[in-house]
Structures are given as C-alpha cells and as structure tokens.
C-alpha cells in the first residue's frame, strides 16, 4: 500500500468515527417526513452522546467488573472491526486473507461482552433481551459467511479489500457475476437490519421492555457506559453502509474510482443512503413478530445462498 | 528416546508412590504425587519437545521374546505434538485434582489414592499411545487407557448414576476396541510383521476393498473414542459422571487419541480416497451443529461442556476433512490449510476445554450442584474462577484474542480456498456457513452458561453459600488460561508447533505453510493486541470521565418492581428456549406441562432413540437363552451327549466328499 493510499484508509476510518452518528438520525428524520411529523433533527444522536458523557453513571448494586467493562469491550472490538473493512472502497487498515473471520469474530466478542453484561444485572428483562439477541445473532451469522464466501469466489480471495476492493468489481463486470452481486447486497441489506437491530427484526423507538431485543439489554447502562453503546451500535450501522454500497458499486459493474476525495464523498452518501433506506424500511414494514424472525433471516441467508450457488456452477 | 520412557516412568512412579504413602500421611503422597509427576511430564515433555525442535524423529526397538514380535516405539512431529498437549493438560489436571481428593478425604472418603493411582495410569498410558509404532504395543496401551478411564469414571461408584455412566462407557470402548483389532487384522494380512513401518509398506498392495474396510473401520474405532456424532452416546454421561480433573482430562485429551488414530492411519495410508474425505467433513459438520445444538439444551454443566467436546471434535474433522480432500485433489494448498485447522484446534480444544472443566469442577465443590438453575452470581464469591472460566468461553467460541480463533480461522480458510477449486472439491465451501452457524450457537450457550452460573444473583443457597476454593488449587487453571491467552495473541507460536505434522500429513515434502497463513498470523496479532489496546485506552477515558461524578450504586431497574426475587431471573432454559424451539424436534428436547408447571428434559437422540432400544432387544433376545441355562448336571450332560450326536451325524453324512 503506498502512502497515500494508506492516507486515505485512514482518512476514511476517521469519516466512520465522526459521522456514522448521522445514519440514526438520517433514519428518523426519513421515518419523520414519511409520516408527517415534526421528528427530531439529524444530529440527535449527537446530541445524545455528548448528554451522556456529561452524565453520572448508576450501577446496580448486583453487577461486577463485567458490567462495566462491556461497553468499553463493545466499542473497542467495533472499531477494531472497522479497520478491516476497506471503507474506501480499495484496501482496508488491517488487511489478511481470512480478514472476513476476524471481522465477525471481534462483532462476536463485543456482543459476547454486552450480552453478560445483560445477564449481570439478574434482570429477568435484559436476559430476555440477551437470549434474543443471541439467537438472532446465530442465525444471521451463516448469512453473513455465505455472503462473505461469494463474494471471495468472485474476488478469488477471501479478504475484505478483495471482494470489497477493486477486485469483485472487475471480475464481477466481466465474469457475469452482477445477478450473484445483486442477490449479496440484497442478503446482506437484511442480515444488516438484523445485525443492527432494526426493524423487521427490533424496533429501537419501542417502549415496552417486553418487546425491545437490543434496547432492553442495555436497560441498567447509563452516562457515559450508555453513550459508548450507541456509538458503537452507530458505527455497526456505518460498517455495513459501506459493505453494502461497495458490493452495488461492484454489481453495477462501474470501476472504482481512483481520486480520495470521491472514496470519502461515496463513504458519506453510503451513510445517508443508509438511513434513508432504513427510514423508509421503518415507515412502510411493521416489526416482524418474534417467532418469524428466524424465516425472516433464513430467507435472507438464502439469497445470499443463490447467490453462491450461482458463482460457484 | 530414554529420557521419554523415564518421564513415563516416574509418571507411573507417583501413582505408585501415592498409593503407598496413604492413610494418615496423604498430605505427604500427595506432594510425592505431585512432584514426582510433574518432573515425569516436564522430562517426558523435553523429549517430545526435542523432537520438534530438532526435527529429527526418535526411535526404540526392543529386541526379544516378546509377544508380537520386536516391540517399536517412537516419536515423530505427529506423536510429538500430541505429546505436548497430552503431558501439559494432564500435569495441570492432576495438580488440581489432587486438591480435589484433598478435599474429598477431608469429607471421609478413603480411597483417594486408586484415583491418584489410575489418573498416573491413564496419562502415561495415553502417551504410551501415541508413541507406540507396534500394533500391540499400540493396542496394549489402547486398553489400559480404556480401562483406567472407567475406573476413574466410576470413581463415585456409590451414585447408580455413575455406575450406569460407566456401563455405557466399557461398551463403547469395547465397541470402538473390536473395530480396531478387525483394522489391524485386516491390514496386516498385507503385511510381514506387526510394526507400523511394515503396515506402511504394505499400504499400497492392499486391495480396494481391504483400503475401503481399513478406512471405515478406521472411522468406527476412533470415532468411539473421538465421540462425534452418532458414535458420542457414551460420551456426556461418562464426562458428566467422572469427577472433574478427569473429565477435563477426558474431554481435553483422551477423546483426542481418537483423532491421533485417524492421522496416524492417513500417514500410514500415505493419504485417502476422496469419498473418505467428504465422508469426513460431513460427519463434521453434523458433529459440529447438533453437538452445540443439544449442548444448547442441557442444564448439567458438566453435560452440557461434553456436548461441546461433541461440538469441537466436528471442527477439528471439518479441518481433517479438508485436508483429506486437498491430498486426494492433489491441491497441496488445501490441504495443509485443512491439517492446520484441525491438528491446531485440537491442541485448543485441549487446553480450553480442560480449563472450562476444572472452572466446573470448582464450581461443583463450592456449591455441591451441577445443576446450572440451581445457580447464580458465582463470579463475586469465586472472582478467579470466573476470570478462567471466562477466558475458556471466549476461546471456545472463537472470537479473537483467544486461540480457539486461529484454529477455526484455519479451517475457514481451507474450506474456501477448497471452494476456489475448478473440481467437485470446491463443493466444500458449503461448510462455511455451517461452521458460521456452529460458532454463533456456540456463542449464545456460553452467554448462557457464563451468565446463568456465574452472572446475577444466586438462585439457591447452593450458590449464594458457595466459598471460592482456595487460590492455589486454581492456579493449573489459570495456566491453562493463559495458555490460551497466548496462543490466541501470538498465533505464530501455535502455527509453528503444527507445521512440520501438517507438511507431513499433506505430503508435501519441505514446502513451507503458504504466505497468506504466515503474514495472516502476524496480523492476528496485531488485531489482538489493537483489541486489547484499544479497551485499555477506553477503559481509561471512561475513568477519566467518570471521575467527575461518583458512580451510584442502585437496585436493578425491574420496570418499577421494587420486590424482584431471583426466581425471577432468565434461567438457563429460558435462555435456550427460543433457539431450540426453532430446531424443533432436533434439538431433543422433551417438554413437560402441568397447570402450574413446565419442566424440559434433555433428551440424546442417539444413546435414547437408538443405543438404549437396539441395547434392550438383544438383552431381551440373550433373555430367551436363559432357558438352556438351568444350573442342573443331567442337562448339561444331555447337552454335551446332544451336541457330540450331531457331530457324529455331521461326520457320518455331511463331510461326505
């Protein structure tokens, strides 16, 4: 990688950190329009991390050093996630083969770490909340590998900056790989609202606990515990805008582009494209009930699954 | 070659040594136990050490009337691997087992020193295992480890639990022996003496038929001994029964001899026909899923880690298939990336599952239950117990900086780079999202096991009287973690240990691992050590944050409740619940209804919808024999006269020419 390369990964990495808050945002005010309501500005979530850092924290009398430690785990591994993915579209921070492993495995980590820290609390609530998010979690991540092993067939390398780099998109264009593409982005545009936890499969604007899965696990987490949640859950959000629109990119069979500044411009308009779709998603689907999310997420395995079955012939 | 047998040697002489020095002055066989066995692991450890490093095999004939011929024994990269993990588990599980017995003796048991005594048979028996290069040498040590296993097994014989555990366990290994011995027998009809070399040599004259009977053969007899999936009934009952240092040293090691006796055939074999190395992957991946899966719905701790060593073992035969079909393919590549998941994670496998093992057996002798609803909130009262047990999870899970990553990343690895093939072979990249599916239900059961036993309030007084056990006992433990803790930071070092064993098994002469396996595990590292970094550097700026406010300390928010009991806490089938219901009837689970009450039961479709009826039938049919056995001498005397009648008629008519 030559420096200005790197230059711009890291560039890149520094766009993720500061303006993946606005996909939440962007989401909610899409969600405001589409309904005809006043709705909050696009910068609330930013707004909301600098209340919660500002804040005090409670802790339950019940927890332990895990409690604490959670968050810092959940945002530490997202971050790391993020240096794997090539989020300017060529080549990533840290690059392997086999770099897609690593990618879920610190997601894994972090939910690991946030889910004991639910069952830390003894709430009957937050271990509903972990039991859910675990077991959707299970069930997106052969998804997210089927996914991830298609577009290295097309890539012909199992790393990140390959099948999301140049690479799947010149194969992709000349091989006849654009239907397989197509079928990835719309497999991994599911799996990520999964992953995310948005609707269909959560709902973070409900206000029952009975209801919520991710939201109900970070119940007890408050001041700069909870803030450091919410950032990390935003720059998941972001992580999978810039998968997703490099495999369009890819299946559109457009070359990428060569100059930094369009890379980090493309990044911005993943993030907006992000929480517009998912505005528009919120708007128009209402939440799946809990039984269905499994179908739900098989079904998006499966296209993924087509897809695969289709480059591999 | 020596300095091996005299590690074994002194092994076997702290055994002797603590059933000598017993009764009234146990505390002092207990440190001639401990001593003498850890000098015998270290020495014996130094040889197979030395053989790695050096690269140069040892070998020792011994000449003489000996039944079977010369008897050979010898180390090789293979053995020596094993060897390693063999001796390194097993000398931190007899440290924390003989505080264990300690313990035991206190409460009035007496018969401390057999256990101590077979454990020291057991582990040089194992290691006497892997370095026999003669079939009877390799089938004698073969059954001293069966059998000291069941007399561990039934250690608490007083529990009819225990001894029905121990009943099912002597069948399977019978079992798993009989195949074996039909293995040999028909291999070395090939072949002009019992010594493993000579079965090498006469390899490639077997007969397709004789190659297809050794290999299946081969699948059955290790495979019982291995426990994957349907051969594992034995399995969970006889590590539950066990008593904790001895299932983790079953878990960890012995179920491993398996996997040595698979490696060692496809050495010997010089490599195996594709259909063996699908049959593998498949066996694998049904291993792997409904090992987790069934694991998901136990609520004994104990049975629910042996499902997981269910589990693991379908990884490591995902990774063996791998490379199988890589040799058969001829795609070196392949190959050695599948040898390397596989050899690799079952050194992981060993010292994470002993770990999480012995955190269960502390946590049984703090709290006297298995029962993991019956506990709760152990991580303040037993905080160095749950700092190891925590550690084993997360490396069993395989997420980074732990080792049971770098093994599954391995295997990943090799099934897509077989997926890249233009062959049938790369119909193996359908693993992937298996082994994605095997990783994420691993992850929800230990959120489940962590949290249910460890996080929240204690359920009974079981849990909330429970007293950490004291600090030395768990320090083999906390080496095991740290064993895992490094091997997951720097896995060059693991890479490394396996490398000449995979170049061997791929059959690639001097070739090095490919670059991408070499530059990836440096940055492993680095993704390690930034993981780690990062955290710190969170952790810190959080502190810095909170110091401006003290923390308040306020009962858990219970959506206005003030009175929560822990009754009311997720209990540990709660937690499984929804992912067993959506795998419906295959994730066995029984449920039970009253007006008033749910209850789930556990169910193992093998042991209970096979073994157990095929078991009753020919039991009723040997029945129905019952009748000729009547105890009185006229009849047998009538049998005798009957028997030599149709001998007499059968001379007299039938062997006319």
């Keep these: 990688m030559t420096d200005s390369q790197s230059g711009v990964s890291f560039t890149a990495l520094a766009v993720l950190l500061i303006a993946a808050p606005i996909i939440p945002g962007v989401a909610s005010r899409t969600k405001a329009i589409l309904t005809g309501r006043q709705g909050s500005p696009v910068w609330q ?77 003894g709430s009957s609530l937050e271990g509903m909340g972990a039991s859910r998010e675990v077991t959707f979690a299970s069930l997106a991540e052969p998804g997210l590998f089927v996914a991830f092993a298609t577009l290295g067939v097309i890539a012909h390398d199992f790393s990140l ?122 708007s128009i689907v209402a939440r799946l009930r809990q039984p269905k999310v499994p179908l739900y997420l098989a079904g998006g395995s499966a296209l993924a699954l087509f897809g695969l079955i289709l480059v591999l012939r | 070659m020596n300095v091996f047998l005299a590690g074994l040697g002194l092994i076997l002489a702290a055994g002797i040594g603590a059933a000598l020095v017993r009764g009234t002055r146990a505390r002092a066989g207990d440190a001639v136990y401990q001593i003498l066995l850890i000098i015998g692991c270290i020495t014996a450890g130094a040889a197979a050490g030395r053989v790695l490093a050096l690269g140069a095999p040892l070998s020792l004939t011994i000449h003489g009337a000996m039944p079977g011929g010369d008897w050979v024994l010898g180390i090789d990269s293979l053995s020596a691997v094993f060897l390693l993990a063999i001796l390194g588990v097993g000398a931190a599980c007899a440290v924390f087992g003989t505080h264990d017995l300690a313990a035991e003796r206190a409460r009035g048991r007496r018969a401390t020193w057999f256990t101590q005594l077979s454990f020291a048979t057991l582990l040089a028996a194992i290691a006497l295992v892997v370095a026999a290069r003669t079939v009877v040498v390799f089938l004698g040590a073969w059954e001293v480890m069966a059998i000291s296993s069941y007399v561990l097994i039934v250690a608490h014989h007083e529990e009819e639990n225990v001894r029905r555990s121990g009943l099912i366990y002597l069948v399977a290994t019978h079992t ?71 299932s983790a040293l079953m878990s960890g090691i012995v179920i491993k001899t398996g996997i040595y006796g698979l490696l060692r055939v496809l050495l010997l074999l010089g490599g195996a026909p594709a259909w063996w190395g699908w049959l593998v992957l498949g066996l694998g991946v049904s291993s792997g899923v409904l090992g987790v899966l069934w694991a998901l719905a136990q609520h004994d701790i104990k049975r629910l880690l042996a499902y997981h060593s269910v ?70 009262r037993m905080p160095l117990t749950w700092l190891g047990f925590v550690i084993g999870a997360a490396a069993i899970i395989g997420v980074p900086p732990f080792n049971g990553f770098v093994s599954e990343w391995l295997v990943y690895q090799g099934l897509f780079s077989a997926g890249q093939t233009s062959e049938v072979s790369r119909l193996a990249i359908l693993g992937i999202p298996a082994l994605a599916l095997i990783s994420g239900l691993a992850l929800a059961c230990f959120t489940k096991v962590a949290g249910v036993v460890f996080l929240g309030t204690a359920r009974t007084a079981h849990a909330s009287d429970a007293i950490e056990i004291p600090r030395g006992n768990y320090l083999p ?23 000449a064993t995979v170049r061997e098994l791929a059959g690639v002469g001097n070739v090095g691992l490919p670059a991408p396996v070499i530059s990836g595990a440096s940055m492993i590292s680095l993704v390690a050590l930034s993981t780690l970094a990062l955290s710190t550097l969170l952790w810190l700026t959080r502190r810095a944050l909170g110091r401006r406010w003290t923390a308040r300390r306020e009962p858990t928010w219970a959506c206005a409740y003030d009175a929560p009991t822990p009754r009311m806490q997720y209990t540990s089938s709660s937690f499984a619940a929804p992912l067993l219901s959506i795998f419906g009837p295959l994730s066995g689970v029984r449920v039970e209804r009253s007006t008033t009450a749910m209850r789930t039961h556990a169910s193992d479709a093998v042991l209970d919808g096979v073994a157990l009826p095929l078991w009753r039938r020919v039991h009723r049919a040997a029945l129905r024999l019952r009748g000729l056995q009547q105890g009185r001498l006229h009849l047998y005397l009538l049998y005798v006269m009957a028997a030599l009648l149709v001998l007499l008629g059968y001379l007299a008519f039938g062997s006319r020419p």
């Excluded at chain 2, 093992?357 to 506990?375: C, D, H, K, P």
């Design chain 2, 176 to 246: 798993a022996t009989l195949a074996l011995f039909a293995m040999f027998a028909t291999w070395d009809a090939a072949a002009s003496s019992w010594s493993f070399d000579a079965l090498a040599a006469a390899a490639p004259s077997l007969g397709p038929g004789a190659t297809i009977a050794v290999l299946l053969l081969a699948l059955v007899g290790f495979g019982f001994k291995a426990g994957f999936v349907p051969l594992h009934f034995w399995l969970p009952p006889a590590h539950a029964a066990a008593p904790s240092h001895v």
């Design chain 1, 161 to 282: 900056s390959a099948m999301l780099g140049d690479a799947a998109g010149r194969v992709g264009a000349s091989g006849g790989a654009g239907p397989s593409l197509v079928m990835v982005a719309l497999s991994v545009f599911a799996l990520s609202l999964a992953e995310c936890s948005r609707v269909p499969v959560d709902d973070p604007s409900t206000h029952l606990e009975l209801t919520m899965v991710h939201e109900v696990m970070v119940l007890d987490h408050s001041g700069p515990d909870l803030a450091m949640i919410l950032y990390a859950g935003a720059l998941k959000l972001g992580l999978f805008s810039a998968i997703l629109m490099n495999v369009l990119v890819a299946a559109s069979g457009q070359g990428k582009w060569s100059f930094g500044g369009a890379a980090i411009a493309a990044l911005v308009a993943s993030f907006v494209g992000m929480g517009v779709s998912i505005g528009v998603v919120e």
């Design chain 1, 45 to 121: 979530l930013y707004a909301d991390l600098w209340k919660l850092a500002q804040r005090g924290t409670v802790l339950s009398t019940r927890t332990t050093w895990i409690f604490q430690l959670a968050p810092v785990v959940l945002l530490a591994t997202t971050i790391v996630a993020a240096a794997l993915v090539p989020l300017d579209g060529r080549v990533s921070i840290v690059r392997f083969a086999g770099d897609a492993v690593a990618f879920a495995g610190v997601l894994g980590l972090g939910r690991f770490a946030l889910s004991l820290a639910a069952l830390d609390t």
């Design chain 2, 477 to 499: 433990a906390l080496a095991l973690a740290a064993a895992c803790v490094t091997l997951g930071a720097m896995p060059a070092l693991g890479i490394g240990l396996v490398s």
């Design chain 2, 311 to 380: 589990e693991n073992i379908g990884i490591i035969l995902m990774g063996i298939g791998v490379g199988a079909l890589g040799v058969s393919y001829h795609a070196p590549v392949i190959a050695m990336l599948g040898f390397a998941g596989g050899l690799l994670h079952t050194v992981n496998h060993a010292l994470f599952k002993s770990l999480l093992f012995l955190g269960s057996g502390a946590v049984y002798r703090a709290t006297g239950t298995r029962n993991m609803e019956e506990l709760g909130g152990l991580a303040r």
